[in-house]
């Protein structure tokens, strides 16, 4: 694995020989993060073994690294959710429960007050799928409180 073998002083030179060979290598960007992680490893190990400032600070980059990946991808996915969620039409059905229709006479049903969904996602993942959005717009149009953390 290429993380095994990488040196980098700087977050800036991080992204700059981990981005340009793997998007010439066509590998998934989840590998980016892999590398990266690696050389958390790698460093960690280091860091115990001499406990030098610029071992920790080489460590403090490549979490930053990781951090800031982790988040672009978390603000892509709730930025899909989000465009999806705009193409839903919902129907409030009494009890805190919605029924959420979809473009393609898909339907699901929102239960607000046990915080569901019939699609599972929200509960699978712990990030509101597009019907819970859909929910919370609706309840938000309509003055209602939407206590969904």
């Not at 793997?22 to 960007?29: A, K, N, Y």
């Not at 915080?115 to 609706?138: L, R, Y």
Request: aromatic share 8%; glycine share 4%; proline share 4%.
């Amino acid at each position: 694995m290429l993380g095994a073998f990488l040196s980098f002083h700087n977050l800036t030179d991080l992204k700059l020989f981990l981005l340009p060979s793997f998007s010439q290598l066509v590998l998934p960007p989840s590998d980016v993060c892999t590398c990266a992680l690696v050389e958390v490893g790698k460093l960690n190990q280091e860091w115990r073994a001499h406990s030098n400032k610029d071992v920790m600070h080489r460590l403090s980059i490549a979490l930053e690294f990781i951090r800031e990946y982790i988040m672009k991808r978390i603000v892509n996915i709730l930025q899909k959710i989000k465009d999806e969620a705009d193409e839903y039409i919902t129907s409030f059905c009494g009890n805190r429960k919605y029924q959420v229709n979809g473009p393609w006479q898909d339907q699901c049903v929102v239960n607000v007050n046990q915080q569901t969904c019939s699609c599972k996602k929200w509960e699978i993942t712990g990030m509101p799928c597009k019907h819970v959005v859909s929910t919370s717009w609706d309840m938000r149009r309509n003055n209602v409180a939407i206590g969904i953390p």
